[in-house]
């Protein structure tokens, strides 16, 4: 029976090739977006779950009364380890794991990302598996260093690494003493060396917030348990001095400042305080269910619109003595063999697809190879029976319930039934095209809109380079700023700890006293030049000159917003101060215009720009910035490198301009914006294929019609108007449909910026106007197609 079925599924199949083919193709493109955005979803849920022990691991941060700190302090690992009942280990490491740091062993040098010191507990609270070396207690030692397995090969080629010394920075080294395993997963940690500080004494103090911190419970128990343990620890300890109150009094209050514990399974994904890739992917997950759902009802409809054809088989079989069920399991079969077969043909697509989507969203997604495959096959199988059952449910419904007397007549009508619902599935699938389309007006829109926005500075030939040591940003500063003056084309050097455009820009604040008021205000160290630098606007006062006020912290400059926040009338005579350090006053010396260096997402900071660090605050980081005046860049970029290899032997410069970097800000936003398009014109492609298919049969099976109506005087526009009027008023219903919900979704999304384009009628009428234009075009060939027939042709058997 089943091999009959087979038979006659193929031999239907092979007789409608056009349909088929419409149906397999529309159906695999849906499954292959989906598949690619469930592959994205299922990799980025893995994040750290590559060892059940991580389900014990939390983040420690703190919360101020306006700013989240994801930086600690240094002794607080300890702190909690001696006093929480909960916590079975904690470490602190540095937050240097995204920098690329030199590391030399003999004659080679490579620069690696993924370093980073940490104290001797890191393997207690971090379960890597060590695969060579000290299993036990591979950090024991003061100048200890474990290594990737890659790492190892990178540095050390087949030779064993255990007991070689590796030098950092070019300033001191470490003995190897481990190397383990990196993780099958992906991390939030992602680290190819752990090595011990020779500074970790020196820096174990609390003025230094300059760590991550992460404790490992002993059992495992919820975020909120132990935060609740830990933040009671750390009021008593370090603010209950300062508040005057119980723990339970400051609770009661209202404050939210202390700390709070972010589990490490939900620091990629789910953080408490910050932003994640979530909201991207669910967007995308969106996307591609309503892409799938669009392929899914173009199958049904094109069903249910060739059904007729089969309506003698049903009467045929039904008088042979075939049940309504029988018949319904052989058409759910058959729909299920071309659901099969679309999805071999979209695994085929995905193979071609996965490169392109690795590419730009930096990721190495696969089918095979990963940690998931079986959840992936387990959930491929439940989204293939959905597709089945939402492609095939209703078409195998209707075609085994056609009446056997009156198809045997040669009454195929089947009343508005199916017409209803075939007309129903039009407009929904043309609601989630135009959807798409006024989606992808959107997007773009916005990113043109980012592109045009006034940055207030100017990133034009300006050359950012991130020198490797501390020496060379702070006391050697200003001799390596006057050797890159004596290049010729070189017209500014200046520096600064926040460069704008950076990905990872620091977004803390600090506390600044005026006029015996505290206000929480973002802290930048930079040099003389460098406001003339990036061309920023001075409103009020002056810029920053060689006095000795300005070049030892005695003067500060404030931006628009900052000014706005304190209160500050004019520049000159206005004193501020650090909170903790108020016996040196600043003057505020001048107001510049503000300027964005985070890109649109978030507000303008108000931030304090002073000159060195006498004034109880240390700063560093940042990057050197070089203004060039030459039209042809190409010299005096060559003229830099060769010149840093003075400034850093030994080390190569690592240089980029500064307006590509602050596009980097844009990169997320320029892969939704190819994604939403790429998805956009696949929707509208999959209903146009579907109308233009539908439109063939339907006109096909009133070509006699069209031929009588011709001969009693019908020219091309009034035939064009009897065909295409019902499908043109259902996709104009579909539209009005779809802006609203359009509308709504931009609002939402648009939300995310802090800039922002104005939404207005024009961007939704326009994409209406091409979806109509486009489904008007489609039926019109058919339309005119049939209008041009011979007459004597299509009459002759009357």
């Given at each position: 029976m089943?091999k009959?079925?087979?038979?006659?599924a193929?031999?239907?199949l092979w007789k409608?090739?056009t349909?088929?083919?419409i149906n397999?193709?529309?159906l695999s493109?849906?499954?292959?977006?989906?598949?690619?955005?469930?592959?994205?979803?299922?990799?980025e849920?893995?994040?750290?779950?590559?060892?059940?022990?991580?389900?014990k691991?939390y983040?420690?941060?703190?919360?101020g009364?306006e700013?989240?700190?994801?930086?600690?302090?240094a002794?607080?690992?300890?702190?909690?380890?001696?006093?929480?009942s909960q916590v079975?280990?904690a470490t602190?490491?540095?937050?240097?794991?995204?920098?690329e740091?030199p590391?030399?062993f003999?004659?080679?040098?490579?620069?690696?990302?993924?370093?980073?010191s940490a104290?001797?507990l890191?393997?207690?609270?971090?379960?890597?598996?060590?695969?060579a070396g000290?299993?036990?207690?591979?950090l024991?030692?003061?100048?200890?260093m474990?290594i990737?397995?890659?790492m190892?090969?990178?540095l050390f080629g087949s030779?064993?690494?255990i007991?070689k010394m590796?030098?950092v920075y070019?300033?001191y080294e470490?003995?190897?003493?481990?190397?383990?395993?990196?993780p099958e997963?992906?991390?939030?940690l992602?680290?190819e060396?752990?090595?011990?500080?020779?500074n970790?004494k020196?820096?174990y103090?609390?003025?230094?917030?300059s760590?991550h911190?992460?404790?490992?419970?002993?059992d495992?128990?919820?975020g909120?348990v132990?935060e609740?343990a830990i933040?009671?620890?750390?009021?008593?300890?370090?603010?209950?001095k300062?508040?005057?109150?119980?723990?339970?009094?400051?609770?009661?209050?209202?404050s939210?400042?202390?700390?709070?514990?972010?589990?490490?399974?939900d620091?990629?994904?789910f953080?408490?305080?910050?932003?994640?890739n979530?909201?991207?992917v669910s967007v995308?997950l969106?996307l591609?269910?309503?892409?799938?759902?669009?392929?899914?009802?173009?199958?049904?409809?094109?069903?249910?619109?060739?059904?007729?054809r089969?309506?003698k088989?049903?009467?045929?079989?039904?008088?042979?003595?075939?049940s309504?069920?029988?018949?319904?399991?052989q058409f759910?079969?058959?729909?299920?063999?071309?659901?099969?077969?679309?999805?071999?043909v979209s695994?085929?697509?995905?193979?071609?697809?996965l490169?392109?989507?690795?590419?730009?969203?930096?990721?190495?997604?696969?089918?095979f190879?990963?940690?998931?495959?079986?959840?992936?096959?387990t959930q491929v199988?439940?989204?293939l029976?959905l597709?089945?059952a939402?492609?095939?449910?209703y078409?195998?419904?209707?075609l085994?319930?056609?009446?056997?007397?009156?198809?045997l007549k040669?009454?195929?009508?089947t009343g508005?039934?199916?017409?209803?619902?075939?007309?129903?599935?039009?407009?929904v699938?043309?609601v989630?095209a135009?959807f798409?389309?006024?989606?992808?007006?959107?997007?773009?829109?916005?990113l043109?809109?980012?592109?045009?926005?006034?940055?207030?500075f100017?990133?034009?030939?300006?050359?950012?380079?991130r020198p490797?040591?501390m020496?060379?940003r702070?006391?050697?500063f200003d001799?390596?700023?006057?050797r890159?003056l004596?290049?010729?084309?070189?017209?500014?050097?200046?520096?600064?700890?926040k460069?704008?455009g950076d990905?990872?820009?620091d977004?803390?604040?600090?506390t600044f006293?005026?006029q015996?008021?505290n206000?929480?205000i973002?802290s930048?160290?930079v040099?003389?030049?460098?406001?003339?630098t990036l061309?920023i606007?001075?409103?009020?006062?002056?810029l920053?000159n060689d006095?000795?006020?300005d070049q030892?912290?005695?003067s500060?400059?404030?931006?628009e917003t900052?000014?706005?926040k304190?209160g500050l009338?004019?520049?000159?005579?206005?004193?501020i101060?650090?909170a903790?350090?108020?016996?040196?006053?600043?003057?505020v010396?001048?107001v510049?215009k503000?300027f964005?260096?985070?890109?649109?997402?978030q507000?303008i900071?108000?931030?304090?720009?002073?000159?060195?660090?006498?004034?109880?605050v240390?700063?560093?980081?940042g990057?050197?910035?070089?203004?060039?005046?030459?039209?042809?860049?190409?010299?005096p970029?060559?003229?830099?490198?060769e010149?840093?290899k003075?400034?850093?032997?030994?080390?190569?410069i690592r240089?980029?301009f500064l307006?590509?970097?602050?596009?980097?800000?844009f990169a997320?936003?320029?892969?939704l914006q190819?994604?939403v398009?790429?998805f956009g014109?696949?929707?509208?492609?999959i209903?146009?294929?579907?109308l233009?298919?539908l439109?063939a049969?339907l006109?096909g099976?009133?070509?006699k019609e069209i031929?009588?109506?011709?001969v009693?005087?019908?020219?091309v526009?009034d035939?064009?108007?009897s065909l295409?009027?019902d499908?043109?008023?259902?996709?104009?219903?579909?539209?009005?449909?779809?802006?609203?919900i359009?509308?709504?979704?931009a609002?939402?999304?648009l939300q995310?910026?802090a800039?922002?384009?104005?939404?207005?009628?024009?961007l939704f009428?326009?994409a209406?106007?091409a979806?109509?234009a486009v489904?008007?075009?489609?039926?019109?060939?058919?339309?005119?197609?049939?209008?041009?027939?011979n007459?004597?042709?299509?009459?002759r058997d009357e």
């Amino acid at each position: 029976m089943i091999k009959n079925y087979l038979k006659t599924a193929w031999r239907n199949l092979w007789k409608n090739k056009t349909y088929t083919s419409i149906n397999v193709l529309g159906l695999s493109i849906g499954l292959t977006s989906f598949l690619v955005i469930l592959l994205y979803l299922n990799h980025e849920l893995s994040y750290d779950r590559w060892n059940p022990e991580l389900g014990k691991v939390y983040k420690v941060s703190l919360r101020g009364e306006e700013d989240i700190f994801n930086a600690t302090q240094a002794p607080l690992a300890a702190l909690l380890r001696d006093n929480a009942s909960q916590v079975e280990a904690a470490t602190s490491i540095s937050l240097g794991a995204r920098a690329e740091i030199p590391l030399s062993f003999a004659e080679k040098t490579v620069t690696q990302t993924g370093i980073i010191s940490a104290d001797s507990l890191f393997f207690k609270v971090f379960p890597y598996r060590i695969v060579a070396g000290d299993a036990l207690n591979p950090l024991n030692k003061p100048n200890a260093m474990v290594i990737s397995e890659g790492m190892a090969t990178k540095l050390f080629g087949s030779e064993n690494p255990i007991g070689k010394m590796v030098k950092v920075y070019n300033a001191y080294e470490c003995e190897v003493t481990a190397v383990m395993e990196r993780p099958e997963g992906p991390t939030h940690l992602d680290i190819e060396v752990v090595h011990r500080s020779p500074n970790e004494k020196n820096n174990y103090h609390w003025g230094n917030w300059s760590y991550h911190t992460y404790a490992k419970t002993k059992d495992h128990i919820s975020g909120n348990v132990l935060e609740s343990a830990i933040d009671r620890i750390y009021y008593e300890d370090r603010l209950r001095k300062d508040k005057g109150r119980s723990y339970a009094e400051f609770r009661e209050s209202g404050s939210q400042e202390g700390l709070f514990v972010d589990a490490v399974h939900d620091i990629h994904n789910f953080p408490k305080h910050r932003s994640s890739n979530m909201a991207t992917v669910s967007v995308l997950l969106v996307l591609a269910t309503l892409l799938l759902f669009a392929g899914a009802i173009n199958f049904s409809n094109l069903s249910i619109a060739s059904s007729l054809r089969r309506a003698k088989e049903v009467g045929v079989k039904k008088v042979l003595g075939s049940s309504r069920a029988r018949l319904f399991w052989q058409f759910m079969g058959e729909i299920a063999f071309q659901c099969v077969i679309a999805l071999a043909v979209s695994i085929l697509l995905l193979n071609v697809a996965l490169p392109y989507f690795n590419r730009e969203f930096q990721v190495t997604l696969s089918i095979f190879g990963t940690g998931i495959f079986w959840r992936l096959v387990t959930q491929v199988a439940l989204c293939l029976l959905l597709v089945i059952a939402l492609s095939g449910l209703y078409p195998a419904v209707f075609l085994s319930r056609y009446n056997t007397a009156k198809v045997l007549k040669g009454d195929y009508s089947t009343g508005k039934r199916g017409v209803t619902l075939r007309n129903g599935l039009i407009v929904v699938q043309f609601v989630v095209a135009s959807f798409f389309i006024m989606g992808v007006v959107v997007v773009n829109s916005q990113l043109n809109y980012m592109q045009r926005f006034d940055k207030g500075f100017s990133g034009e030939q300006v050359v950012q380079i991130r020198p490797f040591m501390m020496d060379t940003r702070e006391k050697n500063f200003d001799a390596v700023r006057n050797r890159l003056l004596e290049i010729p084309g070189v017209q500014y050097v200046s520096k600064t700890t926040k460069v704008p455009g950076d990905v990872f820009s620091d977004t803390s604040t600090m506390t600044f006293k005026y006029q015996d008021k505290n206000y929480r205000i973002g802290s930048v160290k930079v040099s003389k030049d460098y406001f003339e630098t990036l061309g920023i606007q001075l409103i009020d006062g002056r810029l920053f000159n060689d006095s000795h006020t300005d070049q030892h912290t005695r003067s500060a400059i404030v931006n628009e917003t900052a000014a706005k926040k304190m209160g500050l009338q004019n520049a000159g005579g206005a004193f501020i101060t650090y909170a903790n350090c108020d016996s040196i006053p600043m003057e505020v010396v001048g107001v510049v215009k503000d300027f964005n260096v985070l890109g649109l997402e978030q507000q303008i900071q108000p931030a304090v720009f002073t000159i060195g660090n006498e004034a109880c605050v240390f700063q560093s980081g940042g990057a050197l910035l070089v203004k060039l005046a030459s039209d042809d860049v190409r010299q005096p970029v060559a003229a830099i490198e060769e010149r840093w290899k003075t400034v850093e032997p030994g080390f190569g410069i690592r240089l980029s301009f500064l307006d590509e970097n602050f596009q980097q800000l844009f990169a997320s936003h320029r892969r939704l914006q190819r994604i939403v398009t790429f998805f956009g014109f696949t929707a509208i492609t999959i209903a146009i294929i579907g109308l233009f298919a539908l439109t063939a049969f339907l006109v096909g099976r009133r070509t006699k019609e069209i031929s009588i109506r011709k001969v009693l005087g019908a020219g091309v526009a009034d035939l064009g108007m009897s065909l295409g009027k019902d499908f043109i008023r259902l996709i104009a219903a579909a539209v009005v449909i779809a802006i609203p919900i359009g509308w709504w979704a931009a609002h939402e999304w648009l939300q995310g910026f802090a800039y922002r384009m104005t939404l207005n009628g024009w961007l939704f009428a326009s994409a209406a106007c091409a979806v109509l234009a486009v489904a008007a075009l489609t039926v019109g060939i058919h339309t005119l197609k049939a209008a041009r027939a011979n007459i004597a042709d299509n009459l002759r058997d009357e």
